[in-house]
Every structure is written in structure tokens, then in C-alpha cells.
């Protein structure tokens, strides 16, 4: 990512994080906070209203408390923003995910703001092994004192909390789990699974590698979306868990290939 284009994604998620907890901000306000000019702030804020994120008033950005985005640009792409998207189907996936663990499993659970939602909601009493790379999961994970926790480290990555390296590659490509959560910016029936960097691309290919049951975790807003890097095909997951918004045609394509729909 280019100096410019991460100014710009840094700018917007300090709009996105004012915003939820102002609620609405002057213009000139927002202006001042980032040290631009007023025109760079109303760009920024048309791509956020676009996205269904902010709403203007009279020289004034509005939260969107109802926005229910698809996060179709990558440039655009952060942890901030999409932990405000679909947020209670994304806690309906993750608690929904968590109850398939079992005692004396070891999984692995991959980067992104659906799968958070999985450590999150683990039951207190659990005894499992986990692996991670994100901060945010391994910070929820810290909390279950019956957890053995494999943390891969590396480079960090603060747009989306990840952690990545060689190293960190190599750990999880020794290891061997029975559940694998794997999350997906985009779900298309010819282009594959696609997430939106690079870097988590050979990560996300070592997780499904490592799983006897590979489980993809997506709301029903990234069907049919497409972003930059693909990962895998559809077929190479055994189970999809979902929410109850899917299409029917969606709903017909994943079954016709044998694959488990579960929708929360």
C-alpha cells in the first residue's frame, strides 16, 4: 500500500471511530481532527456515505447506526470498518462456531471481524488448543484460562490486527487441527474466495491446509462479492456457516456442490 492510499484508509477509520462515538461532527470539526482541508474530508465522507456508514446534514456527518455496507473497494478496507458492518449476524456466525468446538480439539482460527466473534463466545470451561494470528482473538483468548493458546507472530498488520511471517507459516503448516474457522471478504461462484490483502493470502492457504474440516465463516452480504486475492475455491470447504439472508440460488449452488449449509 502506497503512502498516499494509507493516509487515506488511516484517515477514514479515525472518521468511522469519531463518528461512533460522537455520533455526528461538524465538517470543519473532522477537518481540523485530521489536519486536511474540508474538500479532502467531504471525499472522504462521500466514499462513507456511499457504503451506507455515515449520513450528511447540513455541513454535519451522521453515524449510520442501521448501515449495512458492502465493503466492495479495498482501499477502503479496515478492521473499523468492517467490525460495524453486519455486526449481530457476525455474532450469530462466531457463537454459532464456537459451540462446534469440543473438549481436547485443536483449531485454528483465522484473521478477520466474523472470526473474532468465534474466540469471543467460547464457552469458559472449554479445554482446547488454539491457533491464532490476530491481536484481537489471542487478546479474547488470554481471558479463557482453559485455552492453550499457539500464537503465530510476525510483521504487524494494524489495518486488520494480523500477524504474519515465514515463521509464522511454517507453524501452523506443522500443525494439524480438527476445525479450521477461515474468514472472506468475497464469495463469487466463478472467481473463488477472495480477502482484500495480499499478505493474508499464504496464511489463509497454510490454515486450510492444516484442517481435517475446513469451515468458512461469511455473513450473506459477501456472497456474489468479489475482492483483489484469491484464496481458494469454494469447494475445498466441508461446511459454511452463514445468516438466514443468503439467496436461494446461493443456498442451491453451496448444496448442489455437497457442501453443509448452516444458517444462524
Not at 63 to 78: F, G, I, K, V
Not at 92 to 117: F, K, Q, W
Request: hydrophobic share 40%; proline share 1%; glycine share 6%.
Amino acid at each position: 500500500m502506497d503512502t498516499t492510499l494509507k493516509k487515506k484508509v488511516e484517515r477514514i477509520n479515525q472518521l468511522v471511530e469519531v463518528l461512533m462515538k460522537r455520533n455526528g461532527v461538524m465538517i470543519k470539526d473532522l477537518a481540523i481532527l485530521c489536519g486536511v482541508s474540508e474538500m479532502t474530508i467531504r471525499r472522504d465522507l462521500e466514499v462513507l456515505k456511499q457504503q451506507g456508514i455515515v449520513l450528511n446534514m447540513n455541513g454535519a456527518a451522521i453515524y449510520n447506526p442501521n448501515n449495512n455496507h458492502r465493503l466492495e473497494d479495498e482501499t477502503t478496507y479496515s478492521l473499523a470498518l468492517a467490525t460495524t458492518a453486519n455486526v449481530k449476524e457476525k455474532e450469530r456466525i462466531g457463537m454459532y462456531a464456537a459451540s462446534l468446538i469440543d473438549d481436547g480439539e485443536c483449531v485454528i482460527i483465522d484473521n478477520g471481524s466474523t472470526t473474532e466473534h468465534v474466540a469471543q463466545h467460547l464457552n469458559m470451561n472449554l479445554k482446547a488448543t488454539i491457533l491464532t494470528c490476530n491481536l484481537n482473538i489471542v487478546n479474547q483468548l488470554c481471558n479463557k484460562l482453559n485455552i492453550d493458546i499457539i500464537f503465530g507472530g510476525g510483521y504487524y498488520h494494524a489495518d486488520t490486527r494480523m500477524f504474519e511471517s515465514p515463521e509464522s507459516i511454517s507453524l501452523i503448516r506443522k500443525t494439524r487441527a480438527s476445525k479450521v474457522f477461515i474468514s472472506a471478504m468475497g464469495v463469487h461462484e466463478t472467481l473463488g474466495v477472495t480477502c482484500a490483502s495480499n499478505y493474508e493470502l499464504a496464511t489463509k492457504q497454510a490454515i486450510i491446509q492444516s484442517g481435517a474440516e475446513c469451515i468458512l465463516l461469511v455473513d450473506s452480504s459477501k456472497f456474489d462479492s468479489v475482492r483483489t486475492c484469491f484464496f481458494s475455491e469454494i469447494e475445498e470447504f466441508q461446511k459454511i456457516i452463514t445468516d438466514k439472508n443468503i439467496s436461494a440460488k446461493w443456498e442451491s449452488h453451496i448444496l448442489e456442490r455437497g457442501i453443509e449449509l448452516v444458517k444462524v
